[in-house]
């Protein structure tokens, strides 16, 4: 694992430099692969995109994500976050998606009788069985701040945003992890272009033993003939 900075950070629609979403998820797959940001570069924010860019680059490995806790089932209510799940652990390094305590959790109300089949709005059906009449009452799910930081075990090891507070309480939405599927596919072109210098500098080493094995045996030749000459000149 090495630590990977996050380069974008969340800001909201009406912020004056325009929204941006963070890109906290490529850090951290950055981070447990060892790689330059740069090459994850291509990872947003929706498990997507790094499922195509594990299988691209690791075709041995394959990527999953599950949901943590019991909230998904129900209706959902915006302060229920501190329900999720406090702790959790998978083996290894893993990336955990977790409540942020910097983007805020947006609650959506609208209902489909308040819209034609042009998806025009119109006079909402008193009738509805969803909303009464009221579409601003139905509540269309939460759109949830979240985070994504790296974890080894059941430990924070890496939080990719430059706040990073010291002791945070990590509400867990989800865990994502890498588990290798086929190991015979897992010899990466780093490793391969390794062991190609590993072989080079050990015949170099090899050509350097020799060449000095010769040295010393010419060495000897040179010693044992002048011990010769000494001999024959007394
Ligand atoms: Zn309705």
């Given at each position: 694992m090495i630590c990977v900075e996050q380069r974008h950070?969340?800001?909201?629609?009406?912020?004056?430099?325009?929204?941006?979403?963070?890109?906290?998820?490529?850090?951290?797959?950055?981070?447990?692969?060892?790689?330059?940001?740069?090459?994850?570069?291509?990872?947003?924010?929706?498990?997507?995109?790094?499922?195509?860019?594990?299988?691209?680059?690791?075709?041995?490995?394959?990527?999953?994500?599950?949901?943590?806790?019991?909230?998904?089932?129900?209706?959902?209510?915006?302060?229920?976050?501190?329900?999720?799940?406090?702790?959790?652990?998978e083996r290894g390094y893993w990336m955990a998606t977790i409540w942020s305590p910097r983007i805020p959790d947006v609650e959506t109300f609208d209902c489909g009788c308040a819209y034609d089949q042009n998806n025009e709005s119109t006079d909402p059906d008193p009738n509805c069985k969803w909303c009464h009449g009221d579409p601003g009452s139905r509540s269309m799910g939460i759109t949830w701040g979240l985070h994504a930081v790296v974890m080894l075990g059941a430990n924070l090891a890496w939080d990719p945003h430059p706040a990073r507070e010291k002791n945070p309480t990590l509400y867990f939405c989800g865990a994502s992890k890498w588990t290798v599927t086929d190991p015979s596919q897992l010899i990466s072109k780093a490793k391969l272009a390794n062991a190609v210098a590993n072989a080079i500098e050990l015949d170099q080493l090899r050509r350097l033993h020799e060449e000095r094995t010769a040295l010393k045996q010419e060495l000897r030749k040179t010693k044992d003939e002048l011990a010769q000459l000494t001999e024959s000149g007394k």
């Open positions: 950070l969340w800001r909201p629609d009406d912020h004056l430099d325009g929204p941006q979403r963070g890109d906290c998820a490529a850090a951290c797959v950055a981070s447990i692969f060892e790689l330059p940001y740069e090459e994850c570069a291509e990872i947003g924010a929706t498990d997507d995109t790094i499922t195509a860019w594990t299988e691209k680059r690791y075709p041995g490995i394959s990527y999953s994500h599950r949901m943590l806790g019991e909230g998904w089932r129900g209706k959902e209510r915006i302060e229920d976050y501190v329900n999720w799940p406090t702790s959790h652990y």
